[in-house]
């Protein structure tokens, strides 16, 4: 009893869980993940990597962030030693990118690296939305979801400015390794503080076997479709704006700008979920973001790549968010489980997108036809969302209590 008590006593405040859980987030997804999107024109000039090939690592990533994601569904899987492991994971990954310049162990690092993506975002965001629900502050969620954009924003500026000082793909690695690092460090303990809890708010034995039902599915084929077609701007849009101007000090911007807007648009949109309800949050943003996918195809150049930039890097945490609150809500007692399965689904889609740029770009680098395919399977995927029942203000704590 004594321990339990000194564990209430020192875990964090409703702000604390929010900050913790952004700095998390932005080092699983914004460095762990997705560095590798502004680093990529950077191994494409320093070491001849091509456009398949930069397609393969991202799958391979995304192949990895697909294991994590289904271990992540077992009853066994611990939430502490997942998260403490997978920010260990990221770290050393990241660091070893900068170590080497073989391929193959390129492959291996981004491998092992996807895993602890998968394992903080799951393990991080249910061990937030649960800890905050009884908070009854919604604007709460928003900050945790902030995280992944604020990493991003913070990885291409660091690119951005490393490109402009003429350094090289292994110094943006080591520097992205070095801020992982000190960030892991920083958020230790907390996750520690109240771990006797079960992530999912009960007790394991009360818990039987997940029964899967159509809305279910539903959420995670949409799911799904949304980390097929969002991945093709996300991983490929710094390659498309250097080829529409060479100047690194322009073309490097459009990762920055994709991050800054992924940072502060889950703000707002905490707030819609809480009113309007999280599925009907999900399905306007896979439309803009729609938009933003197939913008370049009608209006080349910078402009175009500009304005993707914004409505995709706008939406596509919007969407996470308002997807994991979904999961979490229609899973109840299996909340855990069905976000891993949803997270799974978009791992799937993940790692078709990439590889289908790389067998629909052709020899010619044309991305025309994978962004005309993301855009309408966007478009698909949110009118199927629609039939399904819609939960306004189902994210407060009055109405959660009665799920824990």
């Known amino acids: 009893m004594d321990g339990d008590a000194a564990a209430v006593r020192t875990a964090p405040s409703g702000t604390g869980v929010a900050l913790v859980g952004l700095i998390a987030l932005a080092i699983a997804q914004g460095i762990g993940r997705f560095a590798f999107t502004p680093i990529l024109p950077m191994m494409m000039h320093d070491a001849g990597v091509s456009v398949a090939g930069g397609g393969w690592l991202a799958a391979v990533n995304y192949l990895g962030y697909l294991a994590g994601s289904v271990s992540a569904m077992s009853p066994r899987a611990r939430p502490r030693q997942a998260i403490h492991a997978g920010l260990v994971l990221i770290v050393i990954t990241t660091i070893g990118m900068g170590l080497t310049h073989r391929f193959p162990a390129w492959v291996a690092l981004r491998l092992l ?8 975002l799951i393990f991080v965001s249910a061990w937030c939305l649960q800890r905050l629900a009884v ?3 919604p604007l709460l969620n928003g900050v945790v979801f902030a995280g992944v954009g604020s990493g991003i924003a913070v990885a291409g500026t660091t690119c951005l400015i490393l490109m402009s000082a ?4 292994a110094d943006a690695w080591l520097c992205l390794g070095g801020i992982a690092l000190a960030a892991t460090l920083g958020i230790w303990r907390p996750f520690g503080a109240d771990h006797t809890q079960p992530i999912d708010g ?7 076997r997940p029964a899967w039902n159509r809305e279910w599915m539903r959420i995670v084929l949409c799911y799904g479709t949304f980390g097929f077609a969002y991945i093709i701007p996300a991983t490929f849009l ?8 060479a100047d690194p000090r322009l073309f490097g911007w459009s990762w920055p700008i994709f991050g800054v807007a992924a940072a502060l648009t889950p703000l707002a949109a905490a707030l819609w979920s809480d009113r309007f309800g999280s599925r009907r949050v999900l399905a306007l943003a896979q439309i803009v973001m729609a938009i933003g996918v197939i913008v370049p195809v009608f209006w080349p150049g910078l402009g175009g790549i500009v304005v993707a930039a914004l409505l995709v890097g706008g939406t596509f945490m919007v969407a996470t968010m308002a997807g994991l609150q979904e999961a979490r809500v229609l899973g109840g007692g299996h909340a855990t489980v069905l976000m891993a399965a949803v997270t799974t689904a978009f791992g799937l889609g993940q790692i078709v997108g990439p590889l289908a740029v790389s067998g629909l770009s052709g020899s010619d680098g044309n991305f025309s036809r994978p962004l005309l395919i993301a855009g309408a399977s966007l478009v698909a995927s949110a009118i199927a969302l629609v039939p399904g029942p819609s939960r ?6 009055r109405h959660l209590e009665g799920s824990r």
Do not use: L
């Not at 690296?113 to 903080?120: C, E, I, K, L, N």
């Not at 003429?166 to 793909?169: D, G, L, P, R, V």
């Not at 710094?238 to 101007?245: G, L």
């Open 166 to 169: 003429n350094a090289s793909a």
């Open 202 to 208: 009960h007790r394991r034995q009360d818990i039987d």
């Open 238 to 245: 710094p390659v498309m704006a250097r080829s529409a101007v």
């Open 135 to 137: 908070v009854g502050r």
């Open 113 to 120: 690296a996807g895993v602890g993506s998968a394992w903080v």
């Open 392 to 397: 306004p203000r189902c994210y407060t704590s």
